[in-house]
């Protein structure tokens, strides 16, 4: 397998379109209660977004899409929701992922799978394994996923693999061991329903990622609305530590 080195490490190229688009996805259950539903009927309004964004990203050549389903955080909510959200991620994989292996996308899972039922992990393994073939899109789903988590699961399986160079370990060592070591780091990180914060979500890979917040929520995130993230990420100029000026001389 090939590893992706980072930021910190070499300048990556960037284009245009973002290779890699890392999203959370906020605003499900505000959603709802302006609509005086309950909370459960914007997750599944949200399943339809992710759906809409999948074909959206695919038709623009997006290389990889990861969406933040279900952090390690998220099991502090009422029982009654997490029961409904474990549910619906069920569902929505059993429905979805036929139509994803037909479009040629390929689908990841990254995240804890410890607090998982056995049905629910199967389904899982049962997904990746129909698409692992597949050359399209990249879509990666965190659930139960923590950035924190992701780092000490690295640094736990680096430290079984390498005893011998305990103590002199160099950041790529340990890259190759966090849950994303098949993709690049994301270029764009969009965060949807208003908060300004990055939760807990892709902390080593976000170094020198673009943020963009906005506060629509996620229901509503439609084309038009990520077309605006995409048009503020052309906007940035990318550094990756250099000055202005170095970066028209690279154009020259």
């Not at 502090?76 to 929505?92: D, H, I, K, S, W």
């Not at 098949?182 to 990622?209: H, V």
């Not at 439609?222 to 906007?235: C, G, W």
Request: with cysteine; charged share 25%.
């Amino acid at each position: 397998m090939a590893f992706f080195t980072s930021a910190t490490q070499n300048i990556p190229s960037t284009a245009e379109i973002p290779k890699h688009i890392a999203v959370i996805m906020d605003g499900n259950g505000r959603w709802a209660r302006k609509r005086f539903l309950p909370r459960i009927a914007g997750h599944k309004r949200g399943v339809e977004t992710v759906r809409d964004l999948v074909k959206y990203c695919a038709s623009l050549k997006v290389e990889y899409l990861t969406l933040f389903a279900f952090s390690s955080e998220n099991w502090r909510r009422p029982a009654e929701e997490v029961t409904f959200l474990m549910g619906l991620f069920m569902q929505a994989l059993k429905r979805e992922v036929t139509k994803l292996h037909q479009n040629n996308i390929k689908l990841i899972m990254i995240g804890d799978r410890s607090r998982f039922d056995a049905e629910l992990v199967s389904q899982i393994e049962a997904s990746e394994q129909l698409t692992a073939g597949n050359t399209g899109l990249i879509l990666t789903i965190a659930a139960n996923y923590g950035g924190r988590w992701d780092i000490l699961q690295a640094v736990n399986k680096m430290q079984l693999a390498t005893p011998q160079l305990t103590g002199f370990y160099r950041e790529d060592h340990l890259s190759q061991y966090l849950s994303m070591n098949y993709a690049p780091e994301p270029d764009l990180f969009i965060r949807t329903g208003g908060e300004k914060r990055i939760s807990n979500f892709l902390l080593w890979q976000l170094a020198y990622t673009e943020l963009y917040f906005t506060d629509t929520l996620w229901p509503d995130f439609n084309e038009e609305a990520f077309n605006l993230a995409i048009q503020s990420y052309q906007k940035r100029e990318r550094r990756f530590g250099r000055t202005s000026e170095q970066l028209i001389e690279a154009k020259i």
